[in-house]
């Protein structure tokens, strides 16, 4: 486990540690802080970094501790990416990194999002054995999250899951919502053909099932804008960032909703 800011951390559990890099909070903040597991997306082929770093600064900058996961990608297909990431949420509310915590939630993006909505909704895959009572984030933060694979072009989703296109409506989080679901945030960009029917889902399920929910579509952006601030990380650029001052205020929406919700106090 790799940690930023200057907290130093005490890796266990080393299998999914190693693949975890935390940014805590800012130092002005402190005592119990929220925390929040980071799931990049990229199609399971890649993790950008502007979704990753570039999401754990804003977080740790506003007074949270983020957990930026590297999770299994293709050629390994789910399960295994699902495994990762329960396995992180277990590690973050273990108290291993040394933090002080308070609640636990998650924010995915794209492919991401997919994770990010299997954990929220506590789904369970027929081909996993084993699995009874899988851990579950407190918030969830959907950036133009997958929610429904029927959404996305049929070759795209036979490209995704290879053999495992029999269980596609199970790999759909949205399917699994339920009263149960956490709290939860959804964004996306009205330029994005894949995030808004995607968002317009996920919006429509959980209010349905009566779970606190908020919206927002804004009018530019394309998909994987991430904080649409047009900054690189990682020391590449990737082709989906780009700056909009507009959808670049989700953020702060974001935060607002976290306070709202009494997950982020002063």
Not at 29 to 41: E, N, S, Y
Not at 49 to 75: D, Q, S, T
Request: one cysteine or more; charged letters at 15%; proline letters at 10%.
């Amino acid at each position: 486990m790799v940690a930023k800011g200057g907290t130093a951390i005490s890796p266990t559990q080393a299998t999914i540690s190693e693949r975890i890099t935390v940014y805590p909070a800012a130092d002005r903040f402190t005592g119990p802080r929220p925390a929040v597991l980071v799931l990049p997306g990229g199609g399971f082929r890649e993790l950008p970094p502007h979704e990753g770093e570039g999401y754990a600064r804003w977080l740790a900058g506003i007074g949270l501790h983020a957990f930026v996961l590297e999770y299994r990608l293709l050629p390994d297909r789910f399960p295994a990416p699902l495994q990762d990431a329960r396995a992180a949420l277990d590690q973050v509310r273990s108290g291993a990194h040394g933090l002080d915590t308070g609640p636990v939630g998650v924010i995915g993006s794209s492919a991401g999002g997919q994770l990010a909505g299997l954990l929220m909704t506590g789904a369970v895959l027929s081909i996993e054995t084993g699995v009874v009572d899988p851990p579950r984030p407190d918030f969830a933060i959907l950036a133009y999250a997958l929610a429904d694979l029927d959404l996305l072009p049929p070759p795209a989703v036979e490209g995704l899951l290879g053999e495992l296109i029999a269980i596609k409506d199970e790999l759909s989080p949205a399917r699994h919502v339920d009263a149960t679901a956490c709290p939860t945030f959804v964004w996306a960009a009205a330029q994005d053909p894949p995030g808004v029917p995607n968002a317009l889902e996920w919006a429509r399920v959980l209010v349905a099932a009566g779970v606190p929910v908020e919206l927002h579509i804004y009018p530019r952006g394309g998909h994987g804008i991430g904080l649409a601030d047009g900054v690189t990380y990682g020391g590449r650029s990737h082709p989906f960032i780009a700056r909009d001052a507009h959808t670049a205020t989700w953020t702060d929406a974001c935060e607002a909703w976290l306070r709202a919700e009494g997950f982020l106090t002063p």
